[in-house]
Each structure stands twice: as C-alpha cells, then as structure tokens.
C-alpha cells in the first residue's frame, strides 16, 4: 500500500463517518421538530453499542472463561480463584497491583497539584508546565526505555582498581554521594517502586494540568473574602483550594487509579513482571498467551473488576451527591 | 514510500543474481564462497528453474509467514525465498516481530493465523495443534524429512501422532565460548571432562584476577532461560539421555533425584560467587544481565567462560575474530568423562496453517536440501553465518564460520547423542513459564529444592 | 461552603495590602514564602526534564561511547555524532522507522476523532437529557474502564476475521474508539456538569432542540475540554502497542511506530544508541501536537466560564 492510498482510505473512513453520525443527528433533529421529547437514545446509541461489543461482551467472555480450566473443556467453578489465592506468586501480583492502584495516584496527584500551584500565574507558566506534562507524550514503553536507562547498573567493587563507570544517572549520583551502586530492578518488594515511580513520572504531568484548570476557574470572590480575613496561605490551600476542586480531585485521582490497574507495558518492558515486579495486567497475559493457562488468566482479569469496585462505588456516591 | 520500494526491489533482485551464481557455482565444484551480492546479472534464472517446475505455476498468489525472527537475521530467510518467487511466481510475505511467541496464539485462537509460521519450540506447536487451525504436513514434505532429517528430528514435530510440522533451522547449545588468545597466552588448556572445566574454573579465578564465568539471563518475557539450557545440559550429563527423555516427558518428577543433582552442580558454577559474575558484579547481577550481553566481557577480559549456544556468534560486535586461534571461539561443554557425549541442541519448526497448492509447494520446498543451501549460504552472504540445520543434505563447504562449521560437524556426527531443548518440548506452563521463572528465582536466591517443587507443582 | 469554612478558620496572617484581582492559586503561591516555592518548582521541573535530557544528549553519542561512560561526561568531554538517527531513520536499513510513521498518522486520525465526537454526544445525553436508566448506564459505562484491553484481544479479533477487516486499519480505528469511549464519556460529563444549567434551561425555553443545544451552545463552550481530551485519545492510540500489534498484525504496511520501535533492537541485547534515537524520533509529533494545543490546558477547561 502507497502512503497516498493509507491518507485516501483515512479521509473516506472520516468522509463515512460524518455521514452516518450527520444522518442519525438529521433524523433526531427532525423528530425533535415534530415534537419528539424522547431523543436520548439517539445520542447515546452509538456509544452504548460499541462498548457493548468490544467491552461488555469480551467481559462476559472472560467472566464466564473464569471458571473453566486452562484448557477451557471442563468446568471447575471457582477453581481458578481458590488457585490465586492459595498461590504465594499470584497473591504477590495481586498485592503489587494494589501498591501501584494506592501509592501512584496519591502521589502523582500530590506532585500535580503542588506543582500546579506553584507555577499557577507565575512567569513563564506555560514552560513550566510543558516540562511536567512533556513524560505524557511519551509512550509507556519509551519512558520505560528512559527509565530502565536512569536505573542502569554496573558493579561497583570498593576493593578493585578499575570499577566500570556508573552509565545509569542515579547510581552516578549515589557514587559520588560516596554510597554502593544498587541493583534497582532486583530487589523485591522495592523495585515495585522504582517501576510505580514511571509511572508517577508520566501521570504527574495529567494531574497537574486537568487541576490547575480547576484551580483557575475558582470564583476569584471567594479569594478576596479569604484575603479580606487574612488567612494564611496554607489555611487558603486547605479551606479555599482543596475543597473548590474537590469534584476535580476525584476525576484524577480515579483516572490514575484505573490507569494502574490496567499497567502493562511498563512492567512488561522494565522486567517483564519477574524479580516479583508481575501485576495482574501482565499475568493475564502471560498465562493466557504463553503458559496455556487461559482460565487462570481469566479468573486473574476478573479479579481486576472487583477490586475496581470500591473505586466506582465513591464515584458513584459522589455522583448522587452532586445531581442532588 | 515509492522510492524505498523501488530500492527494496533492486536488492532483492541482485541478491536473487547472487544466489543464482551460487547455485551453479556449488554445482561446479567451487567452494561457493564468492558470490557477495555483486549480483552481474549474467545468471539466467530460467536455467535454475528446472527444480521448480513441479509446483507449477502460482503466479499472484501470496504467502504469508510469520516469525519472531527479526533483524538482521530475517533477511536471509526473505533471500532464502527468493529463487521459488521468481521461478513459481508467488509472493512471500515474510512478517515478524519479538512478541510472536504470544501474538501466534492470539491469532490462531481467533481464526486468524498467518499461512505459515515458523514456531521455535514443539511445546508452542502443540499448543497452536489444539487450537484445531494447524494443518498436516504435506507427504512430500514428510518424504523430505525421513529422507534428510531422521526420525528423532519428525518426532519432534509431531503431535499426537500426526506429522505436522518439518525442521529448518537448528543450533547447538552445549557450548562454552572462550578466548583462545587468553587461553594460549596462559597456558590454559580446553578441558575434556567435567572436573577438568572445574579445575580450569579454580584456575582462572586463582590466577587471573578476574572472574571465570559470567552470564546473563534477562530476556523480555523469556527470562530466566539460559539458566534452563545449563540445567537441561547437566541432566543429559548427571543422568544420561534416558533420564533426561525421562524428565522432559514427566515420567519422572521435576524434583527428582537427577534433577536435583543437576542443578545443584549448575549451581556449583552459576551461583559461585567465586566464579561469576565477570565483568557484572555478583551473582544476582546474571538475572538482570541480558543474555545478549553475558558474554561480550570475554572480549575486555573481565572473563574468560561463557555457555551459551552456536547462535551466540551474531552477539559479538561486528570484526570479532571468532575462530580456533582469534579473540572468542567455542569449545564443547564435556561430559563426565571424554568419551561421554551428550549433544543439547534446538531449532525451528514450519508450521502450516492453511493447505492451499502454493503453499503446499512453498512447504515442500522448505523441506529439500536446496533450500536448506539457499538458506545456508544467505546467511553467510547477510550474516557472517550463525545459522546451521541439521538436514543431512547441508554442504558444509557453505559454511565459512568456524563456529558454523564446529556445530554442524556436531549436530551431523552420526554417533553424537543428542537431544532437544527440554524447556521447549515441556508444557507450556511449565516450558515458557514456571520453569523460566522460577529458574530466575533461583539465581537471585531461592534454594534448590523450592525452585523444583514450585515448577513440579505447576506441571499440569 | 467555603466561605463558612473560611470565618471558622484562625486568623493569623497579616492582611495582605493592595488589592488586583488573582486566582487563589496564585495569592497561595504569593504568600508561600516565595523563595523556597520557586525553588521547590524549580527542583520538581529539573527532577522531571533529567530522564528525558538523559535520554536525548545519549542519542547523540558513538554506541561505544554509551556503554562506557554515562551521558553526562558530555560536559567534559563532548562527543557528538548523528550517526543513530541515520541508522534508525536510513530507508536502507530494514530496522527504519521511517515507513512507519505514515501508519502511526493513519492510524491515530480516526481514532481520535470517532471516540471523542461520539463520546461527546454520549456525554451530553447523560448530563443534560432525561431518560430512564440514565444513572445506571452511565454508571456502568465509566466501570467498564476497567476492562484490561488483554482480555479483549481473542473476542475482538475473532469478531475482525468474522466481518472481514482483520489486518486493516478498520479494526484499528473500531478498537481505539471502543477502548477510548468510556474515559471520554466520564471526563466530558464532568466538564459537561459544569456548565451553567440556566444556560440550557433558557434555550429550551427558547424552543431549542437537543440537537440545536448541542451545535450552538456545548460544542463552543466545550471546545477546550474536548481538545484537551482529544490530545489525551492521541497520546494513548500514538503510544499503543498492543492493540495494533494484534488487530493490524505485524505487516510492515500496517505497523505503527510502536512495533517498529519494539524490534527496533532486533535480536541483539541492550542497544541503547539504536533504543534513544528511536525514542526520540517516536516522541517529536506527540511533542509538537501536544505543546501546540497545550493553551487549551492553561486557559481551563471551559471556554467562557467564568472565573476571575
């Protein structure tokens, strides 16, 4: 295939669906002109139906795929899941999945919003921002690259003469503080960290941006009272700031947290889930698709769905909270 | 777009000339050395088509293959094809990419497999057998295999048994590389049985002031194999061929006896802090080296001995002289005594997903000697070497890579014992996962006897 | 709510002089000691930039040099080559991303145009629309986010061979849009709340249909939303490995930069002169278009909301 005949299919797929979406929205709008008042569906239709098909029923799929054995013929209930929890190496996944849903977010969010603040009306804003937000435009798997470079190792032996250098920046820096390299990637439970700090590396910069929107569109009326009382800046931050963009707080801190739950590529990249670094994503994968054990991979996804759980039920809460 | 076509197009052409000229230059008694892709253009390839002419006539019909064999040593198998395009008219669509081990099953679970893949393990081929899309071989190509492979190498691409799939390429595994400079200018000598690589280990580490061995084992979401080629390697040595076809095929359990034995003397070598890791640090430092990268520090003399297989060659920067008296070369890992031995080797199985006639024909092609000189001598022009098989109707007088020729001399010795990668014919819960992982686990520090009872425990 | 919390709060600064309108933001930043907040930014920024500058100046540097000393021995001994980029990007050589670039813009153009257009639409009706079930729907739609596109890869593709589109941009662009819509719908009902709902209520008063508010009054005010999103949608489908690697297939004709990049290396080890270029060359358009559209981030979320 030419360059030229990718561009003109392109352009004929968006041609298509213009004409499709442009035909329902003439149907609705003439129906609304009779006087039509249920319309809704309309809108929503399209979207419902897609997801239905590429998310809904792959789900049911994999439900139902749980409680079959690996090789998918006979019926074993909730075998799979007694299996990962009797298991020390899957209760390891599932405990590292639940570090990165907890300690990302916060973190991420935490640095995003102080960050935010910071810079928020300063000179230069805009590059100051595009700094944070510039590991965002980096797939997973480059900032792994760049990361899995930043961790680099190379032996240090106080008692030899000529030690290679040090090519990974922060096993320079903690030679010339004088300290003994580290295998970063290695040590568990720890190298889950240094893989979850990618990740805060690249999320920061989304925290930061959806929030300082938020920050900047709080009434400026509410800071002259605050002023107008003197408070201190810390006590503006806690009693103005924070709860102003609370709503705001909630959509990041939830986007982040099923970011997580989902990561895949940079655990697979950095140590492709061994030295105890695997999360669910990723053993999902790998017993589906190179250890034959589909149904375990299944029960694996399904319990990414319950643990995402209590994550939609404060959204939902909120939700109520808000439409009252 | 158009011009990188174009230009895609003219070199294969000049090496399709190349290979042309090669082909009648092995005819004639040549050595079959030259033949760089100065391709004159004066070779006919009407005259060479005469092979060819059986398959008939496939003008416009394409095959499509898929392989995780990637850069550079893709362009010699596209090479390999090309006399049968110009001759039958096909096309070969050659595909490949690193996560093809997974990306196969995915696409044949879904109905959606390529025409032919090339499939590195019989452990991966059974499992693409059960999902019902692969097909039988052909008769010919089975013809092809008794005629030029032997029963041990059909066996291993048959599945419950139906003969699916034929041998290409093969490698030996049983290979420490060493520095035969280093070796010379210390008086070293290569050893002949196991205590004797012992005693040579003690040695190096007394005298040299650096580390003996080194190794690395990291590799995407294969880590940890190496460590099962060494394991694999002393079970066919503690145990002798019988046990090792024993341990492969679960008759007896994965924390036996041998086993044990086999992995703690792996262990002698591999987690001796004395002996490793040259050039990397500590012993944990093997799980998170690539495996690419474990032997490269025989070149800066930080080491002196490297297991890993022929294929290791392609590791070592472009200009290495890797020969019997140059700066790395390879010599056969003993067995307990000189007379004793055991081969490991692997390779690579054509897998078919589809029956139609052009791909049948392209099959049939694959199984004969002419393809496997093709193939042979496009890695010698494309890749210094680095790739051998073990079909009995290989020239060696192809091959120019002394390490080539050493594992061809190997594999095609009628009185060598040797045996397939075990890692590969096991269960793919246990083969290409608990066994590489828990293999990893133990470098980094897990006893000997929880690694084998995790991976006897994952056994289905 | 704020307010009352604020008259409960203990006064203890001084009253700040002089008056001019700021954001809270900004009055917080003025009165946090300035000195050791530009500093604490200013550490944050660098801490930030180092990875990728570390990258960067390596993908300038002789392979050998790499591997023997680290990047930032640059300063003392600078040693610059252009050689990775030429190797990466080189229409000679078959690990060349070059071909693959194309494919990333085909690919990523739809992708992010279906799912934010629908997503959009969608999201309106679920904020602004009565309808029975509205509540659930929506609250099923934003947890289906959590479906790990992993599991999703057998039934999709067996759907693609079913109709015939498998290994063509078709089942690219279908699976981009499916994955992308839940987040789209959730983040754009959020910003969609926000909008002042007498502004609606009075259109409709004025005999405006749902199809009317939607041209002329959402789609203008939630322009900056839908193009912050929209560089969100373009981040994740021009970053996408796996969905393209399984529904195009591994055809050079179809790969995207992802694939070529990942066998970039092919079978050799830790190339790091060939990994940094191709790094480099795959993160300039997500770079540009990002750094482009970025004033839809600073300005807010919302055009026209107001704020002080």
């Not at chain 1, 990718?6 to 499709?20: D, N, T, Y």
């Not at chain 1, 106080?158 to 040090?166: I, T």
């Not at chain 2, 290989?394 to 009185?415: F, G």
Request: proline share 5%; net charge negative; hydrophobic share 50%.
């Amino acid at each position: 295939m030419q360059a030229a005949d990718k561009l003109v299919g392109m352009v004929v797929a968006l041609v298509a669906f213009a004409v499709v979406i442009g035909a329902i929205l003439l149907v609705v709008h003439l129906l609304e002109r009779r006087g039509a008042r249920r319309v809704a569906w309309w809108f929503i239709g399209p979207t419902l139906l897609l997801i239905a098909v590429g998310l809904v029923y792959p789900a049911l799929r994999t439900v139902w795929r749980s409680l079959y054995d690996a090789a998918g013929t006979s019926f074993i209930g909730l075998g799979n899941y007694t299996d990962i929890f009797t298991s020390g190496e899957q209760l390891v996944v599932l405990r590292n999945t639940v570090l990165w849903v907890l300690v990302t977010p916060f973190v991420a969010t935490v640095v995003g919003l102080i960050y935010a603040i910071l810079v928020d009306g300063a000179k230069g804003e805009a590059a100051a921002k595009a700094l944070i937000f510039l590991p965002m435009a980096i797939s997973f798997v480059g900032a792994s690259i760049i990361w899995k470079f930043m961790y680099e190792y190379r032996f240090y032996d106080p008692a030899v003469e000529n030690n290679p250098n040090q090519i990974g920046f922060i096993n320079q820096i903690i030679v010339w503080l004088g300290g003994t390299p580290q295998n970063f990637l290695l040590n568990s439970p720890w190298n889950n960290f240094f893989l979850i700090a990618v990740m805060i590396w690249i999320q920061a910069g989304f925290a930061m941006t959806i929030l300082s929107a938020a920050i900047k569109a709080i009434p400026s009326e509410i800071t002259e009272a605050a002023r107008l009382d003197g408070v201190s800046s810390l006590q503006l931050f806690r009693f103005v700031t924070v709860p102003s963009i609370r709503p705001t707080l909630i959509v990041v801190l939830t986007t982040i947290a099923i970011g997580c739950l989902k990561v895949f590529d940079i655990v697979r990249t950095m140590t492709a889930g061994r030295y105890g670094t695997s999360v669910v994503a990723n053993e999902f994968y790998t017993q589906s698709f190179s250890a034959g054990n589909q149904g375990l991979g299944a029960a694996l996804a399904v319990l990414l769905f319950v643990l995402v759980v209590p994550i939609i039920v404060y959204n939902v809460h909120h939700l109520r909270k808000a439409s009252r | 777009m158009n011009v990188k076509r174009k230009r895609r197009y003219t070199l294969v052409a000049a090496s399709a000339a190349a290979l042309a000229l090669v082909l009648t230059a092995c005819s004639s008694d040549d050595d079959g050395g030259g033949g760089d892709g100065d391709g004159g253009g004066d070779a006919t390839s009407s005259a060479d088509c005469a092979d060819f002419e059986s398959y008939g006539d496939l003008s416009g019909k394409t095959i499509t293959i898929y392989a995780g064999i990637v850069d550079p040593e893709d362009q010699p198998y596209k090479d390999s094809f090309v006399p049968f395009e110009e001759c039958t008219g096909a096309k070969v669509d050659y595909q490949a990419d690193k996560q093809f081990e997974q990306q196969i099953l995915v696409r044949a679970q879904a109905g959606n497999p390529p025409d032919i893949a090339i499939v590195p393990q019989p452990g991966l081929l059974a499992q693409l057998v059960a999902t019902g899309t692969v097909k039988e071989a052909p008769e010919a190509v089975a013809a092809n295999v008794d005629e030029f492979w032997g029963e041990d190498w059909k066996a291993l691409g048959t599945v419950d048994g139906t003969f699916y799939a034929a041998p290409s390429g093969a490698s030996v595994k049983s290979l420490v590389w060493y520095s035969p400079q280093e070796f010379e200018a210390n008086g070293w000598e290569v050893p002949t049985t196991l205590d004797e690589l012992t005693t040579l280990s003690d040695t190096i580490a007394a005298d040299s002031g650096h580390k003996p061995w080194c190794a690395g084992i990291a590799s995407d979401a294969a880590t940890g194999w190496p460590v099962t080629d060494w394991m694999e390697d002393f079970v066919l040595r503690e145990g002798g061929p019988d046990v090792y076809d024993q341990w492969v095929s679960h008759e007896i359990a994965f924390n036996s006896e041998v086993p044990t034995a086999a992995l703690d003397a792996v262990g002698t070598f591999l987690k001796n802090p004395d002996y490793v890791n040259g050039g990397f640090g500590d012993v944990s430092s093997i799980a998170t080296t690539a495996f690419q990268d474990g032997g490269l520090p025989i070149l800066d003399g930080q080491c002196s001995l490297h297991r890993q297989a022929s294929f290791y060659a392609a590791n070592f920067p472009q200009g290495t002289d890797i020969s019997e008296n140059g700066q790395v070369f390879a010599f056969y890992l003993p067995g307990k005594t000189a007379e004793d031995k055991p081969v490991l080797g692997a390779g690579e199985f054509v897998t078919a997903f589809a029956d139609r006639p052009e791909v049948q024909a392209l099959l049939e092609f694959w199984s004969t000697d002419t393809w496997a000189n093709l193939k042979a001598q496009a890695s010698v022009d494309r890749t210094n070497g680095g790739w051998i098989t073990a079909n009995k109707g290989l020239d060696a007088s192809i091959l120019t890579n002394p390490i080539d020729k050493l594992s061809a001399d190997i594999l095609l010795d009628p009185n060598a014992v040797f045996r397939f990668d075990g890692s590969d014919m096991m269960p793919a819960a246990v083969g290409s996962n608990a066994f590489w992982k828990e293999a990893t686990s133990w470098i980094t520090g897990q006893s000997t006897k929880d690694t084998l009872d995790k991976i006897e425990a994952a056994w289905p | 709510m704020s307010a009352v919390q604020i008259d409960t709060a203990t006064v203890d600064g001084p009253v700040t002089p002089g008056g001019g309108r700021e954001t809270t933001a900004a009055a917080a930043r003025r009165r946090l000691s300035k000195p050791w907040a530009s500093l604490f930014a200013v550490v944050l920024a660098v801490l930030w930039t180092i990875p990728t500058l570390g990258l960067l100046v390596t993908s300038f540097r002789p392979a050998t040099d790499i591997n023997n000393s680290g990047w930032w021995t640059v300063l003392t001994n600078p040693n610059f080559t252009l050689e990775n980029y030429e190797t990466v990007l080189s229409s000679d050589s078959s690990q060349s991303l070059a071909p693959s670039i194309i494919n990333s813009v085909v690919i990523t153009i739809p992708a992010v145009v279906l799912p934010m257009f629908l997503a959009t639409l969608a999201a309106y009706a679920f904020a602004w629309m009565n309808f029975r079930g509205r509540n659930v729907l929506f609250i099923a739609v934003f947890a289906l986010q959590v479906v790990p596109i992993q599991v999703t890869l057998i039934p999709l593709l067996s759907l693609y061979v079913d109709i015939d589109i498998a290994g063509t941009f078709w089942a690219v662009w279908l699976s981009h849009t499916m994955f992308g819509l839940p987040l789209a719908v959730f983040l754009l009902h959020n910003f969609m709340q926000e909008i002042p709902g007498e502004l609606i209520e009075a259109a409709r008063v004025d005999g405006a249909g749902h199809v009317t508010i939607f041209f002329r009054l959402m789609l203008p005010m939630l322009k900056p939303a839908i193009a912050a999103l929209g560089i969100y949608q373009f981040l994740w489908v021009w970053n996408d490995l796996l969905v393209a690697l399984t529904f195009a297939g591994s055809s050079r004709d179809l790969a995207p930069m992802t694939v070529a990049l990942l066998n970039l290396t092919g079978t050799r080890g830790s190339q790091w002169f060939l990994l940094s270029a191709g790094a480099f060359v795959s993160i300039i358009i997500p770079a540009i278009v990002f750094l482009s559209l970025q004033r839809y981030f600073v300005r807010g979320l919302l055009a026209g909301s107001v704020k002080g």
